[in-house]
């Protein structure tokens, strides 16, 4: 049974930075089983999008707007998946959301079970 708990959140200046971690339970400490797992963000009266992802093959995929502003790790020893941003942006408001979909063989992730976080607000002024 996995379970997600984010924390970090808070308010910022606009060029600030903050971190975010999620903590992980009921999965491998490892990199196999970080794998399949995204952040997502949620602006007030918008769509919940995805800022970034892990794929499969353990590689990281960022949206465009946050690339070379975020960068996504993972800490083993703790099982916890962080986001670091920096340089924010008032846009980059919202409440942030660790997911977790299941892992296909021998690729992809299966998005129909995903589980999430219960989210932490981030504001930028």
């Known amino acids: 049974h996995v379970q997600l708990v984010e924390s970090g959140g808070g308010s910022v200046q606009a060029g600030g930075s903050l971190q975010l971690s999620c903590q992980v339970s009921?999965?491998?400490?490892?990199?196999?089983?970080?794998?399949?797992m995204s952040w997502f963000r949620q602006a007030a009266g918008k769509e919940r999008e995805e800022v970034a992802s892990i794929g499969t093959d353990g590689s990281i995929e960022y949206r465009d707007s946050v690339k070379d502003r975020f960068t996504v790790s993972r800490e083993y020893d703790v099982n916890s998946l962080v986001l670091k941003m920096t340089s924010l942006e008032p846009e980059d408001t919202g409440v942030y959301y660790c997911?977790?979909?299941?892992?296909?063989?021998?690729?992809?992730?299966?998005?129909?079970?995903?589980?999430w976080g219960q989210g932490t607000q981030v504001t930028v002024s």
């Open positions: 997911a977790r979909d299941l892992a296909m063989w021998p690729r992809g992730c299966d998005t129909s079970d995903r589980v």
């Open positions: 009921g999965i491998s400490s490892s990199i196999h089983g970080f794998r399949c």
